[in-house]
Every structure is written in C-alpha cells, then in structure tokens.
C-alpha cells in the first residue's frame, strides 16, 4: 500500500468520525465562536464604535482590540462563573431528567423556595449555617423524590407534576418569607458563593498579586484530565475500538490544555479560584463518571431510549425515576443556597424563571427532545453559550427584550438541529 494511499484512508477516517460527531464539534466551536464574538463586540461598546469599524481594526490592530475587549478580563470571567454556577449546577440534574424521558419546571420555584427555608432558619432562628445547609439539601431531595413518586408510581405525566410543584413552591416561598425579603446571612454562608479559595503563596506578577495556587491546581487538573484521556484510549485500542483518529485525538487535548491553564491564568490574576467553581467542577466530574461509567448512567439512557423495553429487561423504571428526581431536587436545592448566598439575600422572586434556561442550556447542548440522548459536557457548555450571551449582551447595553428574543432563537435553531440530523440519520 503506498503512502498516496494512506494519507487518503486517513482523510477518509477523518472525515467520517467528524462526520460522526458532528454535534458535539459544532457545540463545542459554537461556544468559542459566541466568547470571540463578544470580546470584540464589547470592545466595540466600550470604544463607541461601530462593529464594522471594530473589524478593520480587528486586521488593522488586532492586539489593542481583543485587549480592549471586556469578556475575557479577569474580573469579568469570575462573573461568569459565580452568575452562572447555579444554572449549571441545575443543568446537570436536568439533563438526567430529559435523558430519561421527562422534564422538571419545578427547579426554579424549589430553589427559590429552599433559599427562602435557609434564610429563616439562619436569620430570625438563628440556626448554624452548615447545619442549615444540609438541611435544606435534604428538604430539596425530598421534595424531588415526592414529585418522582407521582411520575414513576402513579404514571402521572412529569410535565403536569412538576407544573403543579412549580405553583406550590412559588406560593410557598412568599408564605415562607412573608411576602418580604430575608437577610443578611452570615459570612460562613456567604462564602458559599463569594468565597475564593486561599492562597498558600504570596507572589506579585503581571502588574499585580498573582494566585500562584490558582494556576498549580489549573495545572494539575489538565494534567489529570490529560492522563486519564490517554489512559482511555489505550483501553481502546488495546481492544481495537478506538474510533478518534490520533490527529483529533492529540489536537482536542491540544485544545483542553490551553482552555483550562488560560483560564486558571485568568483567575489567578484576580482572586483566584471561587469556592463555588470547585463545587461545581466536582459535580460536573462526578455526573460525567455516573453517566458513562456507572450501571446507574447507562440505566437511564436505555429508559430513555425506551422505558418498556426497559422494564422487561429488568430495570425497576419506577425507582429509577424515583431517584433521578431525587437527584434534581437535591441539586435545585443546592443552587437555591448557592443564588441566595450570592445575593446575600432571599427573595420572594429569587428563581423565577430558572427552568427556562435551565432546561435550554440542556436542549442547546445537544439533549434530545425524545430522551435517550445528551451529554453531561454538552449541557454545561450550554449553560455556558447562555451565560456568555446574557453577560456579552449585558455588557452592549443590549434591552432585556431583545435579549429574551435572541435566546429564544438560539434554542429553537438548537431543537431544529437535533431534529433535522435525527430525521437525516433515520
């Protein structure tokens, strides 16, 4: 076989696991084309200029325009973890939820419920903030596995319960909270979200203290991710299913090394790792290992597929159910504590309108309508693509309205494309 020929075969290799998978590519460039979108658009508003002239000089003077960009500053990219953590946090739940063939539009009304239970009980009574804290995590986990009785045990549609528990828990948090807001809390609480991790080194660098411990720990996290990334492949090739050509293979983690030492860079340059983002890290981490590496995950992708011949293979659907929602009111209660903790405060309109974008984040990161379809990864970088565009539009000056519009459109491209490449692949 001459060399000619197998460059062709690896071309053609190439082409067709691209091909294979190309959603998740197309997510993944989608995000990196929205941030690099903004920066220059926010460079733009900041300069007074128009977007076409921000272009020229985007070839004219390329350093001085993304430099002057607002997206990537240090201080702005914490923002974007600390106003997004407790969606994305709920997005892993919801994901499960959908997975499995059923939504959840209680989310935003328990979590504001549960923060309005935790400020209570930490305020006017006085309670311990950790004991608070586990409390509320559990009253959430109980009231997701109620909701899950109704769906799995009595066949109750998910979309009425959750419609019902939406009504309830709303009503509940005025009742709760006396129709007023409730805080300050305490400053153990509050670190919960506007916490930072401590640095054990003391380092001044780039103009500026630098969190030297920030940057080892983003280090070290790439070089797990990397490790096990090529322990994986060996497996597979070991046993001849290694499907990823080693070009694609070599440039992703190319690509996951640079995205995760830059931003470690960037946190370090500021405060450097808020205590919410290990939270969150660790709970994206573990949902990732439930969902392909667990008798658990691979249960509730095959009730998604198709719950009845589930059932006969003997899988106990109901109690699957069960805890999936017990999972989600765990998890809803989680950033309940995690929303209340940033403000500082609980409200009587504190998690309205979290399902929605909640369970777009989960649509646009590739979950499918039907169930049986979607990634943990591909739900957070959802999360992240609304994230993105409500804070670059924040930023623009761009109307709450016209902001509400161009979501929407995102998520109906995004249903669109899951739909037309099912409808291709049939």
Known sequence: MTEATDKTFARTDIMRFVKANIRDYALLLSLLFIMAFFQIATSAALQQTSFVDTLYLLFTDFGNVVKQGVLFKPVNMTNLILQNS????????????????????????????????????????????????FACLAL?????GGQGYFVAYHRIPAFIVTLAGMLIFKGLSLTVLGGASVGP?????????????????????????FNLLALLIGALVTA????????????????????????????RNVLIAIAFLGFSFLMARYKGLPNVLIVMFTLIALFVFITTRTTFG??????????????????????????????????????????????NV???????????????????????????????????????????????????????????????????????????????AA
């Open 86 to 133: 407790y969606i994305v946090i709920m997005a892993l739940g919801m994901l499960l939820v959908i997975v499995a063939g059923h939504i959840d539009l209680s989310v935003g009304s328990v979590s504001g419920f549960v923060g309005a239970v935790a400020a209570v009980m930490m305020v006017p009574w006085k309670i311990d903030p950790f004991l608070t804290m």
């Open 140 to 144: 959430g986990a109980l009231i997701g």
């Open 185 to 209: 809390f305490p400053k153990s609480f509050q670190l919960l979200s506007s916490g930072f991790v401590p640095d054990a080194f003391t380092v001044t660098a780039f103009g500026g203290p």
């Open 224 to 251: 797990l991710i990397i490790y096990f990334n090529v322990k994986e492949r060996r497996e597979q090739q070991a046993h001849g299913l290694a499907e990823e050509p080693d070009i694609i293979f070599i440039g």
């Open 298 to 343: 691979r249960r509730v992708y095959a009730m998604g597929g198709n719950e009845k011949a589930s059932k006969l293979s003997g899988i106990n659907t109901e109690r699957m159910t069960l805890l999936i929602f017990t999972i989600m009111g765990a998890l809803a209660a989680l950033a309940g504590l995690v929303f209340a903790a940033r403000l």
């Open 346 to 424: 609980a409200t009587p309109k504190a998690g309205l309108g979290f399902e929605l974008e909640v369970i777009a984040a989960c649509f646009i990161g590739g979950a499918a309508v039907t169930g049986g379809v979607g990634k943990i990864i591909g739900a957070v970088i959802g999360a992240f693509i609304i994230g993105v565009m409500n804070n670059g539009m924040s930023i623009m000056g761009i109307g709450i309205d016209w902001q509400q519009v161009i979501k929407g459109m995102v998520l109906m491209l995004a249903v669109f494309l899951d739909v037309y490449y099912k409808n291709k």
